[in-house]
């Protein structure tokens, strides 16, 4: 759909699970520019040297479905758990929470840290790359989950927050 000469366009990936209702990002277009919603700032950027998702991926959205998307920023964010165990071999007994923003102009992976905050890791992408083989317990949970898992843990709520 367009407005105000925009054209908007979500990224829709099936075999990441994704919809409409929750993409892994959002671009717009006018004319012969292109740009993306960042994630990161909630701003929109020229696209620069961000990778264009191939057109496959890219769902025409109307206006009000944008407006939606924007108005709750939770939605992007992709969550998971590691439950980390000695009598698995790990040196502590442990729940990780671990999310990751998709961001076209560099995917964001964080874990929810010891000092309360969230902390760059690659652990996500690593499994992503390589496998559950290599981090056989990082379970995909959704927001609510996430929320609920670091406040029994670290006593911190709204933690998700965007």
């Known amino acids: 759909m367009t407005t105000d000469d925009y054209e908007y366009l979500a990224r829709v990936s099936k075999a990441r699970k994704e919809s409409v209702d929750r993409p892994s990002g959002l671009w717009r277009r006018r004319g012969d520019e292109l740009e993306y919603l960042s994630l990161v700032d909630w ?4 696209r620069g040297d961000a990778n264009v998702p191939h057109p496959d991926l890219l769902v025409p959205v109307s206006a009000e479905q944008v407006a ?22 790990d040196l502590a007994e442990e729940t990780r929470v671990y999310r990751q923003l998709p961001d076209p ?6 874990v929810f840290g010891r000092d309360n905050e969230w902390i760059s ?13 290599d981090v056989p317990d990082l379970q995909p949970i959704d927001t609510a989950t996430a929320d609920r898992l670091i ?12």
């Open 43 to 46: 701003a929109w950027h020229p």
């Open 68 to 89: 939606t998307l924007l108005a709750d920023h939770e939605r992007f964010a992709r969550y998971w758990v590691q439950y980390l165990s000695v009598a698995k071999g």
């Open 105 to 110: 102009g560099g995917v964001v992976d964080e």
């Open 121 to 133: 890791t690659r652990t996500i992408r690593d499994f992503q790359a390589a496998g559950p083989h």
């Open 151 to 162: 406040e029994e843990t670290r006593g911190i709520s709204g933690a998700t927050e965007l």
